[in-house]
């Protein structure tokens, strides 16, 4: 059997010819703990994944990965897998890790959604084999949330306007942009306690930028919480404190 970590560095590219050949299955496949992939616009992130081959063949590059549209794009811009963890006769489990990194690799702002899962491996001597896995992965662009609760102190029963902005990635531009719209959770954690409760939920307006009013009844720290959708992760501001006399 061959053996030793595989890197690969592509963008988007088609199934390749001969796939799906049989002579091999895939088990136990697992990507990033079933949780999406959520993708800023300067960081790598590094995606676990683990899968099982079963093959009496002789094999070499044995991989996991993301397609859609029919099989003809796949999503990963380099993936690493290990050695083989022999299990029997001819079935081997291996750990991989697919890499995306906004920075240094072209991403189209439609690549945010759902993907499949497809494994596939090379067969020594030429074919392979490449099966669905039925699977799904969300991939989503990442979002983030400001916040300022003023005036700072305040005097007990006037209003405390909190304000805010959310924005998501924007994968072509590689900065965040303001994202319109949104229905938005605000918070509040009084002083001492161990949690934030939910006091009412704001639309972002056209700009992004999200404003409130509320009375001031104790000291405590107010955030803004988004919880995403199936192209843009959840995030959550910071808590900012305010001082009730």
Not at 113 to 130: I, L, P
Not at 184 to 197: D, E, W
Not at 238 to 245: L, Q
């Amino acid at each position: 059997m061959a053996g030793g970590a595989v890197a690969v560095f592509t963008g988007v590219a088609a199934l390749p010819a001969g796939a799906a050949e049989g002579g091999a299955s895939f088990t136990r496949v697992q990507v990033n703990g079933g949780k999406p992939i959520v993708i800023g616009v300067s960081n790598e992130v590094a995606v676990p994944t683990s899968f099982r081959m079963a093959t009496t063949r002789t094999w070499k590059w044995p991989a996991v990965f993301l397609y859609r549209d029919g099989a003809s794009d796949r999503l990963w811009h380099a993936i690493e897998t290990s050695d083989c963890i022999k299990v029997s006769s001819g079935v081997c489990d291996f750990n991989e890790t697919m890499y995306f990194d906004p920075s240094e690799w072209e991403m189209r702002n439609s690549e945010a959604g759902a993907w499949k899962v497809a494994a596939e491996v090379y067969f020594q001597g030429g074919g392979g084999d490449t099966d669905d896995e039925g699977l799904t992965v969300y991939v989503k662009r990442n979002s983030r949330l400001s916040v300022n609760a003023s005036p700072e102190p305040v005097t007990k029963g006037s209003s405390i306007t909190v304000t805010g902005k959310v924005t998501r990635a924007n994968w072509e531009t590689r900065k965040y942009a303001s994202y319109a719209g949104r229905l938005v959770t605000l918070q509040f954690k009084p002083t001492g306690a161990a949690s934030y409760t939910t006091v009412k939920k704001v639309y972002a307006n056209g700009s992004g930028a999200l404003k409130t009013t509320v009375k001031a009844s104790k000291s405590g720290s107010w955030r803004w919480v988004y919880y995403g959708n199936t192209t843009t992760g959840p995030s959550t501001s910071a808590g900012d404190d305010v001082v009730v006399k």
